[in-house]
């Protein structure tokens, strides 16, 4: 867990990883790109290299757009938890866990959330969003599973519970508070990658994984936190607070 004084307003400064919490930070093998893009990259390089080969040297050079594409949506750029000099996090806030749009925030919807009473912040990705994905909440992590599904849009209230899926549920031993988040795969996402298991240490807006291509994130706190996000708002991972708890000022 994080530890120290809390952030300011939403996409300020996040947090940095405290003694103990394991460090999942990226190791790519280009600054700013996800490891994972090197096989997705080299696929879309085929073409063009076939293209070179046969001495179509235009077409390869148009063809090399596929692979830089692909390379672009693995972009891994820092954010407000990575800096050495990055304020330590307050147990009393929770942060977006993706990029992208704000599509529900509220009580939890009907056959949507685990099981009891929660609040809801739903994030929608879109293919230009970046993809690695971060822990809204720090603590230890009680379980990650995996669940095999569907491919609908990820816009459509049936992702939520019919695709692809990692359920992540994390306590916090210090407060008692548990949340859970999920990683959900949409139309053109098709693998969820999520790199905690259970028993790790995470921090508030630390790396946990990505999805790859267009998908969503689900957040579910307990009904005591106030959520200061609304529908339609843009999330900035690691760093826009979606809720605080009460006596937490804004």
Avoid at 106 to 117: K, M
Avoid at 120 to 128: A, D, P, T
Avoid at 129 to 136: F, G, S, W
Avoid at 220 to 230: E, G, I, M, R, S
Wanted: a positive charge; glycine letters at 12%.
């Amino acid at each position: 867990m994080l530890t120290g004084r809390p952030y300011g307003r939403a996409g300020t400064r996040c947090a940095t990883l405290a003694p103990g919490t394991e460090d999942t930070r990226r190791s790519e093998p280009l600054p700013g790109i996800d490891r994972a893009a090197l096989s997705a990259a080299a696929v879309g390089a085929v073409p063009s290299t076939l293209a070179a080969v046969t001495g179509h040297r235009r077409t390869a050079a148009a063809l090399l757009a596929l692979p830089l594409g692909i390379a672009a949506f693995f972009r891994d750029p820092d954010r407000a938890p990575d800096g050495p000099d990055a304020a330590p996090a307050s147990p009393d806030l929770a942060v977006a866990p993706a990029d992208g749009r704000v599509m529900y925030a509220g009580p939890v919807q009907e056959g949507v959330g685990p099981a009891g009473s929660w609040m809801q912040v739903s994030i929608f990705l879109s293919l230009f969003d970046v993809h690695i994905n971060r822990a809204p909440y720090g603590g230890v992590v009680r379980a990650v599973t995996y669940r095999p599904g569907r491919w609908h849009a990820a816009y459509r209230f049936e992702s939520a519970t019919e695709n692809e899926r990692s359920e992540i549920t994390v306590v916090d031993e210090a407060t008692g508070r548990t949340v859970v988040f999920r990683q959900i795969v949409g139309l053109v996402a098709r693998r969820v990658v999520t790199r905690i298991g259970a028993g790790d240490r995470i921090g508030t807006g630390q790396r946990i994984g990505l999805m790859k291509f267009g998908s969503r994130m689900d957040v579910f706190l307990p009904l005591d936190a106030v959520l200061a996000v609304a529908a339609g708002d843009r999330a900035v991972a690691g760093e826009t607070v979606i809720a605080r708890w009460p006596g937490t000022a804004p």
